[in-house]
């Protein structure tokens, strides 16, 4: 075991603070990555909040993870020392059910095993990015491209493949409308790969605060849905709607927007049920739909494509000291569009 520096929830609710954790020894297919950035998602705090359930403590967070390999075990043939690196929201998964032979890791049946407040296959809980290091087995590796800059590139790791995925499988592309609900973190990688994708992009925000941006992004509309005439006049628009929002929704008024057997696709996770009246999806033949991250070999061709089309996160860069206000700051929305920790500081 290595002991290295981090940061760390001591329990739930409880601010972050500078503490140590023991990093497992370099394993036969194991890579030893040095971390250099660490996006700050906003599931991090639903997971430090337990607003998902109860969770592993104490706690280091960080799924979005980009670095240099600084040493590879013996079996490992994907990557070598001094190589640019990126960590996603697993590190391992069963890799023998249909989904892990089909490259849906995240979809596992034998579970996958989460970066950071999850139990590893040795019963070991795992910690996140908000590290000086990690040891991660290199099929769960990505490659981030000599194009892409480490800062900009690490957010993709969760929200870069969280819109890519759902964008890609119900075919964004030339000729179809695609709205993108929230214009936060998430909301605003969806915005610049969807228009990169070739549709035609709408933002649908709470309010026009973050208009400029969003153009600027790459949307061609944007709408506040805080003004009901948003809904009458964008009735039967979309051909697919992604939400990003982790609030709970009026899901019926949102599907009103799609098109005859338009998709709504989910990717925001509300701590509480929603209802519906399946009037909305059954009139129209709609489909409500989710998605969760993406696969490894997809979040590789994500990072692909984002390079070939210069796609970094928008991202205020923080020391580790910040973190505690970097997460009231997310809470209120208050951030353009992703805090990225240089571990440096740590
Ligand atoms: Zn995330
Ligand atoms: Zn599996």
Same mark, same amino acid.
């Given at each position: 075991?290595?002991?290295?520096?981090?940061?760390?929830?001591?329990?739930?609710?409880?601010?972050?603070?500078?503490?140590?954790?023991?990093?497992?020894?370099?394993?036969?297919?194991?890579?030893?990555?040095?971390?250099?950035?660490?996006?700050?998602?906003?599931?991090?705090?639903?997971?430090?909040?337990?607003?998902?359930?109860?969770?592993?403590?104490?706690?280091?967070?960080?799924?979005?993870?980009?670095?240099?390999?600084?040493?590879?075990?013996?079996?490992?043939?994907?990557?070598?020392?001094?190589?640019?690196?990126?960590?996603?929201?697993?590190?391992?998964?069963?890799?023998?059910?249909?989904?892990?032979?089909?490259?849906?890791?995240?979809?596992?049946?034998?579970?996958?095993?989460?970066?950071?407040?999850?139990?590893?296959?040795?019963?070991?809980?795992?910690?996140?990015?908000?590290?000086?290091?990690?040891?991660?087995?290199?099929?769960?590796?990505?490659?981030?491209?000599?194009?892409?800059?480490?800062?900009?590139?690490?957010?993709?790791?969760?929200?870069?493949?969280?819109?890519?995925?759902?964008?890609?499988?119900?075919?964004?592309?030339?000729?179809?409308?695609?709205?993108?609900?929230?214009?936060?973190?998430?909301?605003?990688?969806?915005?610049?790969?969807?228009?990169?994708? %070739? $549709?035609?992009?709408?933002?649908? !925000?709470?309010? *026009?605060?973050?208009?400029?941006? &969003?153009? /600027?992004?790459? #949307?061609?509309?944007?709408?506040?849905?805080?003004?009901?005439?948003?809904?009458?006049?964008?009735?039967?628009?979309?051909?697919?709607?992604?939400?990003?929002?982790?609030?709970?929704?009026?899901?019926?008024?949102?599907?009103?927007?799609?098109?005859?057997?338009?998709?709504?696709?989910?990717? %925001? $996770?509300?701590?509480?049920?929603? !209802?519906?009246? *399946?009037?909305?999806?059954?009139? &129209?033949? /709609?489909?409500? #739909?989710?998605?969760?991250?993406?696969?490894?070999?997809?979040?590789?061709?994500?990072?692909?494509?984002?390079?070939?089309?210069?796609?970094?996160?928008?991202?205020?860069?923080?020391?580790?000291?910040?973190?505690?206000?970097?997460?009231?700051?997310?809470?209120?929305?208050?951030?353009?569009?992703?805090?990225?920790?240089?571990?440096?500081?740590?």
């Amino acid at each position: 075991m290595t002991t290295v520096a981090a940061y760390a929830a001591p329990a739930a609710k409880a601010p972050l603070e500078r503490t140590t954790i023991e990093r497992r020894e370099v394993g036969e297919h194991d890579v030893l990555i040095d971390i250099k950035f660490a996006g700050i998602c906003h599931s991090d705090i639903h997971q430090v909040r337990e607003g998902w359930g109860e969770a592993i403590f104490p706690m280091v967070p960080g799924h979005e993870i980009a670095g240099v390999v600084s040493e590879v075990g013996p079996g490992v043939t994907k990557y070598a020392v001094g190589d640019r690196v990126g960590v996603g929201c697993m590190v391992d998964s069963c890799r023998e059910c249909d989904n892990c032979r089909a490259g849906r890791e995240q979809y596992c049946t034998g579970g996958m095993v989460g970066t950071y407040n999850a139990l590893d296959k040795n019963g070991e809980p795992t910690y996140g990015g908000y590290a000086q290091t990690i040891v991660v087995d290199e099929n769960y590796v990505v490659r981030i491209p000599d194009g892409l800059a480490l800062d900009v590139a690490a957010p993709l790791l969760c929200a870069g493949i969280t819109t890519y995925s759902p964008l890609k499988r119900w075919g964004a592309g030339p000729g179809k409308k695609v709205a993108i609900l929230g214009m936060g973190g998430l909301g605003h990688m969806g915005v610049k790969i969807a228009h990169a994708l %070739g $549709a035609e992009v709408t933002v649908l !925000s709470q309010s *026009l605060r973050k208009k400029d941006d &969003g153009l /600027k992004l790459g #949307a061609d509309h944007y709408h506040a849905t805080a003004d009901q005439k948003t809904f009458e006049d964008l009735r039967g628009t979309f051909d697919l709607i992604v939400s990003t929002v982790s609030a709970p929704l009026d899901l019926g008024a949102y599907l009103s927007l799609l098109k005859t057997e338009g998709t709504l696709a989910n990717v %925001g $996770a509300p701590e509480e049920p929603v !209802s519906l009246n *399946l009037f909305s999806v059954i009139g &129209g033949g /709609k489909t409500l #739909a989710g998605s969760m991250i993406g696969g490894i070999a997809e979040t590789q061709e994500m990072l692909d494509f984002c390079a070939t089309h210069g796609i970094g996160a928008e991202i205020e860069l923080i020391g580790a000291a910040e973190i505690n206000e970097a997460y009231e700051r997310v809470l209120n929305s208050d951030v353009r569009y992703r805090f990225v920790i240089d571990t440096a500081t740590i």
